[in-house]
Structures are given as C-alpha cells and as structure tokens.
C-alpha cells in the first residue's frame, strides 16, 4: 500500500508538471473539452475542475444521462466544459483508482464516479487524496468510511419506476377492458403476465421492480410479474434476449433495469410480428426504437445532484455524505408518453406525481403488498455492507406504516421479493 501511495504521488507530480508546461489540456485521449465559456466570456472560477469517471460513454443510457446531468449542472453554475475532465469506460477494477489519481493531478476539486462497482477504488483514492471531494454515484460505504471527503448519492428513481408502473398499469387496464388478451397472458390464478429485464440482484434492482410492480397493481391489481436477470448492466442481445423469453412466456409488458435499448427493441419487433406487448424503458426516452410499443422510461435528473455538489464544492462547503431525492425535488421523472399508452394516462400521471411530492402516497405502503402472505411490520436493513446482522449498523426501515427507502442511506435497502413476483434466475 505504501509502494501504491507513493506511485501515486508520483503520478500526481508528474500530471502537475504536465499541465504547467502545456498550454492545452489533453487527458490522455480521454475527450478533456476544450473551448471557453458561452458568449466567449471567461469562465465564473477558472481554476476549478470536476472529474468523472464513468462506466461507459454517451452510447450507453445510463451513462449518456450521467453526462448531460454534469454538462448542465456546470453549465448553469457558469461554468466552462474545458473544466470538466471525462475518464469515460472506465472499468470496476484498480484502473478506476488510477483514473481517480490522475484526475487528482489534473487539479480536479471534486470527483464523480457513476458505478457501485467503481466505489471501493474511489474510496480508496479518497482516503490517500484528503483535499479532495470524491463521490461513489449508488454507493453505499460513505457514512461507515470514516472520511470526511468521501461521499454517496442517488435519487430517489423508485417513485418514477412506480410513476412508470401506472403508466404501464393503465395499458394493462385498458387491454383487459378491451379483451386485447390471450389465455397465455394470464397465469394460473388470473393474474396478467408482466416481465421485468434486470441488470444484478442487487437491492437497488429489486427497489426499482418492486416500485415498478407496485404501479401497476395501483391501476390494475390482478398481475403478477416474473424478473430475468442478464447480469450485465450493459448487453444489447442479453436484455433483448431475456424479453423475447419473457413475451414467449406471454408476459405483456416487459420493464427494465438495464441500460441498453436491446429489450425495447426487442418487444417493437413482436409487436410488428403480431404479438401483444410494449416496453418500459429506463433512463432515456425509447420512443426511436420502440415507436408503437415504448409507454414511458423511469428517469434520473441527475443534473438536480450535480448543481448541488459542483456548487457545494465551489463554495468550499461540505457535500451531503448521503443524498437522495426525489420528486419533491425535481431530481426524477418520467419521459415524453408514448403513442401506445391509454387514454387517460398522462391526467393520472399528473395526479400521482403530485402525491408523491406533497408526501401523500408513499410507494412502499405495507398496506399495499406482503412477503411470504404476511404483512410487514418491521425490516431491518443492513448499513454497514458486511452483511452482520448483529452489527451495530442494522437499522430499522419500517415506521409510519411504510418502508422508508432511500432515507436512512442513499442507496436503495429494499431488497425483498414480494408476493407475486417470481425471480427466475437470481443466482445465475
């Protein structure tokens, strides 16, 4: 570790070196901006620099919406894309920690990264790296690091995959109603088939399902929904692949947490070859893929987190260690609806927003579902990521009649499989 420390400072001098004998900055290939400020006007604090590391680039979803979230953020706190330094595909091993290190060399005063893999390596850059803000995007060790420049972030994207669960509830509703369904679109029970592509187990998986499942059965109750899992958070033929089997299953709406637009796609092409199905995407609108199925995508307005953080940091205040908002503070949504979604969609949308931002609804109501046919009263979540259920860390989550996702860390805890919905391969 301390070969590993000194390597680093190592690095930093010669990065400090580097910029002070050019005149442009390169960034090693890694797309550093150049340009000045809007209007040819200097940039509002010139010296300043935010840092990104990202797990892939503007051709992937999650990470396209990571970018504007910066870009716009800078750019209405004044400040110039030159001062943003990119480290894009950057992979969930040590090579995260290296491009943390370099963009500490590159005088970067706050660093981003956007993948709970990357977290142990920001983390570890953080402890070496004091004068700097880092921040793991979904992490979850933050709070238990001991470092007071260590930090985590996520929104509250559970209420607009619930919001995105009503608009796919309405389809349902207006399907049933219409008698657009076939004997393979019910289970057993009567229920109607949903699927939902996910990327990992992981709980902030599970949240956004649940949240999702629990839209729906807000509009339309009787439906039950099986979970593939691709294990990927980023594979165009696997989540295309996992909807095809969905919809063979007879499942007629497929949702997703990935971030690609292989299961939109996928359920476009059945829905062309006659098979009745549209899609729920995630992060970006889907509708130029999925022209006559995509009802909506669930949406992080990330540019609400980073104008808080970069101004925070500006200013030399101290970043939340944990943030997570949601509705209330405009750091979710939904996209534009699609042509698809049923009449009346778009004033029931409007209405459930607003419950959700004046506080009135809450999505994990223990009124509204049960594990294992009972009704939860109590769940206790782990905080510390070692899994001890005896550790000092577990909290409890249920009180006031719902599970307070998102509120005792940033990261979604809701890790539970609620009745009627399946998991299919889960330890896959």
């Known amino acids: 570790m301390k070969f590993r420390k000194l390597l680093a400072v190592l690095l930093v001098l010669v990065a400090v070196f580097t910029l002070t004998a050019c005149t442009k900055e390169t960034n090693n290939g890694n797309n550093g901006t150049e340009g000045g400020a809007e209007g040819g006007n200097a940039p509002a604090n010139p010296d300043f620099k935010v840092g990104a590391v990202l797990i892939g680039d503007e051709n992937e979803g999650y990470t396209f919406a990571h970018i504007e979230g910066i870009k716009t953020a800078a750019k209405n706190l004044g400040l110039d894309e030159s001062q943003i330094v990119w480290k894009y595909t950057v992979a969930e091993d040590s090579t995260c920690y290296d491009a943390c290190v370099d963009l ?11 993948s709970y893999g990357h977290q142990s390596y920001v983390q570890e850059a953080a402890g070496e790296f004091e004068d700097v ?4 995007m979904t992490g979850d060790t933050a709070a238990n690091s001991g470092l007071s ?10 209420q607009s995959r619930y919001v995105a669960g009503v608009v796919a509830g309405m389809k349902v509703k207006e399907l049933v109603d219409n ?11 009567g229920n109607v088939k949903i699927g939902y592509v996910g990327a990992f187990p992981y709980a902030e ?16 109750e009787k439906v039950s929904m099986e979970v593939t899992y691709t294990n990927s958070w980023f594979d165009i033929t696997a989540e295309g692949t996992a909807a095809e089997k969905l919809m ?4 007629v709406i497929i949702g997703q947490h990935a971030d690609s637009t292989g299961a939109p796609s996928a359920v476009e092409a059945a ?3 006659g098979k009745t199905a549209y899609s729920v995407g995630y992060n970006v609108d889907m509708l130029n893929v999925a022209p006559d199925v995509a009802l909506t995508s669930a949406s992080n307005i990330w540019a609400v987190y980073y104008e ?3 101004k925070a940091a500006m200013n030399g205040q101290t970043v939340d260690t944990d943030w997570a908002k949601g509705y209330e503070a405009g750091a979710v949504g939904i996209t534009e609806l699609g042509s698809a979604c049923a009449e009346g969609t778009a004033d029931k949308v409007k209405e459930v927003e607003e419950a959700l931002k004046n506080g009135s609804l809450h999505v994990f109501d223990v009124n509204n579902f049960t594990v294992g046919g009972k009704k939860l009263d109590s769940c206790v979540v782990d905080l510390t990521g070692d899994f001890d259920t005896d550790d000092e860390g577990d909290k409890e989550a249920i009180w006031d009649g719902y599970f307070h996702e998102s509120e005792l860390r940033a990261a979604p805890s809701f890790s539970l499989v609620i009745d009627g919905i399946t998991e299919l391969n889960a330890d896959n």
């Not at 803000?133 to 793991?136: G, L, M, S």
């Not at 599970?206 to 509009?219: C, P």
């Open 308 to 310: 808080y953080a970069i």
């Open 205 to 220: 998986v599970k949240s956004g399902y649940t949240a999702f499942f629990l839209g729906i059965k807000s509009v339309y």
């Open 248 to 251: 063979a299953d007879g499942c």
């Open 133 to 136: 803000t880092f921040v793991a």
């Open 149 to 158: 420049n260590f930090k985590n972030a996520f929104t509250g994207v559970y």
């Open 179 to 189: 008698n657009k369904l076939a004997a393979e679109n019910f289970d057993k029970d």
């Open 104 to 114: 500490v060399g590159q005088n970067c005063s706050i660093i981003f990264s956007n």
């Open 271 to 273: 829905f062309k070859n």
